[in-house]
């Protein structure tokens, strides 16, 4: 619900910055950046779910995507993009390591900035939880921490906690 008012209040404070500054495109509503809108709303919930935060930085006023929510949500749209395109490789194994079109160098790249953002959190939650300094889980990145197998032990390693959260 958090997310929603938040989607809201930055597609009317688009359209008052937009009638502010003379940007109508009729007489009846202003224009706006649907494709932002949607991506960034999707990153905020994503966000939400698996971190229990809207942004890594401080978003801005007018509750749109800071720096890093921007670059977050378009590396995350570049990898999927170029992991599931077609790759000559695929077809023909030994061409992999050539990188013909460049969707691999692309990829990690983009997964660098991701676990620039991601990395950090994970590993202070971890922190937190190793020192009792949360008790109860928030989100999606406490229960992967919190799940146990059948001995008791962690179900996962922070290694595939990392690559889940990606």
């Given amino acids: 619900m958090e997310e929603n008012d938040n989607l809201v209040r930055f597609i009317y404070n688009q359209c008052?910055?937009?009638?502010?500054?003379?940007?109508?495109?009729?007489?009846?509503?202003?224009?706006i950046d649907l494709r932002l809108v949607t991506r960034h709303y999707?990153?905020?919930?994503?966000?939400?779910?698996?971190?229990?935060t809207r942004y890594f930085g401080k978003g801005k006023?007018?509750?749109g995507p800071g720096k890093e929510e921007k670059e977050h949500v378009d590396s995350l749209f570049t990898v999927l993009g170029n992991v599931y395109s077609f790759a000559l490789s695929d077809y023909v194994p030994w061409l992999r390591p050539l990188d013909l079109e460049g969707h691999e160098k692309i990829v990690s790249e983009c997964m660098r900035s991701i676990n620039g953002y991601h990395d950090p959190i994970i590993d202070d939650r971890?922190?937190?939880?190793?020192?009792?300094?949360?008790?109860?889980?928030?989100?999606?990145?406490d229960a992967f921490l919190l799940a146990k197998d059948?001995?008791?032990?962690?179900?996962?390693?922070?290694?595939?906690?990392?690559?889940?959260?990606?």
Wanted: net charge neutral.
């Fill in 61 to 63: 006023e007018d509750g």
């Fill in 16 to 31: 008052i910055n937009s009638t502010k500054h003379g940007n109508i495109a009729n007489s009846s509503g202003s224009v």
């Fill in 126 to 141: 971890v922190k937190q939880w190793n020192q009792g300094e949360r008790k109860e889980p928030e989100d999606l990145l």
């Fill in 150 to 166: 059948s001995n008791g032990k962690p179900a996962l390693s922070i290694e595939e906690i990392k690559s889940q959260c990606t």
């Fill in 42 to 52: 999707t990153g905020n919930v994503i966000r939400k779910m698996m971190f229990n």
